[in-house]
């Protein structure tokens, strides 16, 4: 298995900033993709933003020039940043890797357990 531990979500105001960080652990042979997924009241999971190991990235179009996620292989984790927040960013933000375990060949993906981001006056 592997464990993703978050943390840096809070409360903050209109065009504040936070950040946010996601430990991986486990018997990790390899990690592909790490990146971050949120989910506000009664709508679906959506993708923030993700990286891969080579470090090419994805953004959702709604935090593009707002958000940036950053990696650091050595230590399995992944970070975001983010900048001019609104309160339509307000969610639960999850973290995701997918990664291969050294007892296994498949590549699965894993959840974090959640850290809420609430953008409020």
């Known amino acids: 298995q592997v464990q993703l531990v978050e943390s840096g979500g809070g409360l903050v105001q209109p065009g504040g900033s936070l950040s946010l960080s996601c430990a991986a652990s486990?018997?990790?042979?390899?990690?592909?993709?790490m990146g971050w997924y949120r989910q506000a009241p009664g709508k679906q999971r959506e993708l923030v933003a993700r990286i891969f190991s080579a470090g090419s990235t994805n953004y959702a179009d709604s935090v593009k020039g707002r958000f940036t996620i950053s990696r650091d292989n050595a230590k399995n984790t992944v970070y975001l940043q983010m900048n001019s927040l609104k309160p339509e960013d307000t969610a639960v933000y999850y973290c995701?890797?997918?990664?291969?375990?050294?007892?296994?060949?498949?590549?699965?993906?894993?959840w974090g357990q959640g850290t809420q981001v609430t953008v409020s006056s």
């Open positions: 995701m890797t997918e990664a291969r375990l050294t007892t296994e060949w498949v590549t699965r993906r894993y």
């Open positions: 486990g018997s990790i042979f390899s990690i592909d993709v």
